[in-house]
């Protein structure tokens, strides 16, 4: 788990898991309300990147999420995406 603090308290943060098919896998990506739009997100994602155990680093969304703006913002790639449902 990687956390991202300040002055006023935690800001958020992150955990990977290996679970998935052996590889690192961002099971939870949390910042703060207050600290949304600022790049904690973003910030976060690079810094489990760059400690993950394994070569590839994965994630899962849905559209009710931000995390496809940070991961974008990190330089991750999508791997796939499902059809929207009819």
Known sequence: MVAAEGASGL???CVVEYTFFEQGFVTMLMVAPSA???GV???LLGAVAAS???QKLFTSTNVSTQLDAAAAASSWVEASRPSPRP
């Open 11 to 13: 800001f958020g943060y």
């Open 36 to 38: 949304r739009g600022r």
């Open 41 to 43: 997100g973003r910030r």
């Open 52 to 54: 993950c155990e394994t």
